[in-house]
């Protein structure tokens, strides 16, 4: 257990529906990221955070993704009308910052859109 | 895109070998970082070596770094059975975010 949480841990959706997936990052980081990780992939950047802040987005992130951290903690990753191709695994890390910071990963959230 | 590339994709050992997986990437780096993933799960760090240091040793594991041709390697010595899992490079850019690499599964075999 690293200190991040993701809730839910597996979401089945149908094609169409909106989900929202959680993280709780460790109390004191500041620096909250999300990647996404299809199978027999390494993860892939999406967004991140300085506090509330959301400081840098991927293209990968298209206008049916939002992100959210509202009061620097806990952040929400949103996706609307989602699609097969959306069927992955979702994980959310922390990190203190700085320019040689460890970044701590969640369980992450498996998607499966039908 | 995905910065770097393990080498060998797949590899599979015996018990109490040695594990040598390699890494590339194509841009500059602060840091290299090796991270560890069971099957299904999230990822746990191992071992971040700055880009002025050429080797660092934790425990079984011992990474190199040579900058000068772009590529690390991670040693696990005498592996386990819950040495299993997926192994990703990453490397840092501007501080912000990782760039993993496809991952190195390793098997080791009782």
């Known amino acids: 257990d690293t200190g991040v949480s993701q809730d839910p841990r597996h979401k089945i959706t149908k094609r169409g529906q909106n989900v929202t997936f959680r993280c709780d990052p460790i109390?004191?980081?500041?620096?909250l990221y999300w990647y996404r990780q299809t199978l027999g992939q390494g993860p892939e950047f999406l967004t991140y955070?300085?506090?509330?802040?959301?400081?840098?987005k991927s293209r990968l992130l298209s206008d049916r993704f939002s992100a959210e951290r509202p009061k620097g903690s806990f952040s929400t990753l949103e996706i609307q009308r989602t699609e097969q191709g959306d069927s992955a695994m979702y994980l959310c890390?922390?990190?203190?910052?700085?320019?040689?910071?460890?970044?701590?990963f969640g369980p992450g959230t498996r998607l499966t859109v039908l | 895109s995905q910065q770097g590339e393990e080498d060998p994709q797949a590899l599979s050992i015996q018990e109490g070998e040695n594990a040598t997986m390699n890494c590339s990437y194509k841009?500059?780096?602060?840091?290299l970082q090796w991270y560890r993933q069971n099957s299904g799960r999230g990822l746990v760090h191992l071992i971040l070596?700055?880009?002025?240091?050429r080797e660092k040793h934790s425990g079984r594991l011992r990474v190199t770094l040579d900058t000068s041709k772009k590529s690390s390697s991670l040693l696990i010595t005498a592996s386990r059975a819950a040495d299993t899992a997926s192994y990703f490079c990453?490397?840092?850019?501007?501080?912000?975010?990782?760039?993993f690499g496809q991952g190195t599964r390793l098997t080791i075999n009782p």
């Open positions: 890390a922390s990190s203190l910052g700085g320019t040689a910071s460890e970044q701590f």
């Open positions: 109390s004191e980081h500041n620096r």
């Open positions: 955070f300085q506090n509330e802040a959301q400081l840098e």
């Open positions: 841009t500059s780096i602060n840091n």
């Open positions: 070596i700055r880009s002025n240091e």
């Open positions: 990453a490397t840092d850019e501007g501080a912000q975010k990782l760039v």
